[in-house]
């Protein structure tokens, strides 16, 4: 499944992701926005790895922000783009 999410400022967010077992799976961020440390993409993806399905994006970026290491610069986007990315992603 994939879902997309254009921010206000105009960067693209998105989500590439499996569900088995009512939990996400496989999950991939992708985009036109800049991370530092670019190595917080893979905290992003591990914090979405095995969420419920059913997850709100709420729950979501509170499990991506909780697992940023400190210090990470989301340039271009957040945590609730990556989440509305995934919660698209899910809807299809």
Known sequence: MRGEY????GKLVAADLEVAGGRLRSVRISGDFFLEPPEALESIAGALEGA???AGEGDL??????????GTEMVGFSAEA???A???ALSR
Request: glycine share 8%; aromatic share 0%.
């Open 86 to 88: 995934v919660r698209r």
């Open 52 to 54: 419920p399905a059913d």
């Open 61 to 70: 970026a509170a499990r991506i922000r909780g697992a940023l290491p400190e």
């Open 82 to 84: 990556v989440a509305r």
């Open 6 to 9: 254009k921010t206000p400022g």
